[in-house]
């Protein structure tokens, strides 16, 4: 199993940006995916999710409305649209599956949001 993130940057608040996570070793519609962000001092914090079995997302308050989790299943990638960014988005992001008993992590790619 490997998941590989890109299309991480630095962007200007209020812009958009779309981050790939390219998966290998498994399906990624028949396993739960998500989205996570981590900075420095803090928890991982969940920010998007994709169901397995049924293409039913969640996301926390903090980006609803903003980010949106999408998946691919043609090229067995799952993204993650966040529009209207702001500095508090700020973070390294991580792509996660949910596969049985275990979660599989990416490496990460870095957003900053900063003008």
């Known amino acids: 199993v490997q998941l590989v993130e890109s299309g991480g940057g630095l962007v200007q608040p209020g812009g958009s940006l779309r981050l790939s996570c390219a998966a290998s070793?498994?399906?990624?519609?028949?396993?739960?995916m998500s989205w996570h962000r981590q900075v420095p001092g803090k928890e991982r914090e969940l920010v998007a999710s994709?169901?397995?079995?049924?293409?039913?997302?969640n996301y926390p308050d903090s980006v609803k409305g903003r980010f949106t989790i999408s998946r691919d299943n043609t090229k067995n990638t799952v993204y993650l649209q966040m529009n209207r960014l702001n500095p508090e988005d700020t973070a390294v992001y991580y792509c996660?599956?949910?596969?049985?008993?275990?979660?599989?992590w990416g490496q990460g790619t870095q957003v900053t949001v900063s003008s």
């Open positions: 994709i169901d397995g079995a049924f293409p039913i997302t």
């Open positions: 070793g498994f399906t990624v519609s028949r396993y739960g």
């Open positions: 996660s599956a949910q596969l049985g008993q275990r979660d599989y």
